[in-house]
């Protein structure tokens, strides 16, 4: 799989933009209505942020039942987004393997949900 351009350097301050949270999944549903395989996810942040609605794209390497209880990473500033008959409030991050499946960017060990990327 090749690799994307790299995009042009920014300055710290556009990456500080970014608020980037640890939730854990509460939720794990099939979306039948997305047009690529995802699932709609339910993401606890803790108090400050709440829970959250997302659509991901992460069908293949992982089952609903395999998510309940994971840590994830996800922006969690960005506008919503509506993808099909959901309002996606946050942007789960993964990165892809060697044949191109996301896989989730997890913490390494528990954190408190909340917990902001430094």
Do not use: C, W
Request: glycine share 10%; aromatic share 4%; no cysteine.
């Amino acid at each position: 799989m090749s690799q994307s351009p790299r995009p042009p350097q920014i300055d710290v301050s556009d990456f500080l933009k970014l608020d980037i949270r640890v939730g854990t999944i509460t939720e794990a549903l099939p979306f039948p209505e997305a047009r690529t395989p995802a699932y709609r996810l339910l993401i606890d942040f803790g108090g400050e942020i709440g829970v959250k609605r997302s659509s991901a794209q992460i069908t293949t390497l992982h089952s609903p039942a395999d998510l309940l209880g994971r840590q994830v990473l996800a922006v969690v500033n960005f506008a919503p987004r509506q993808i099909g008959p959901v309002m996606s409030e946050v942007l789960v991050l993964g990165v892809p393997d060697a044949k191109g499946n996301i896989v989730l960017v997890m913490p390494g060990s528990h954190v408190p949900n909340g917990g902001r990327l430094h």
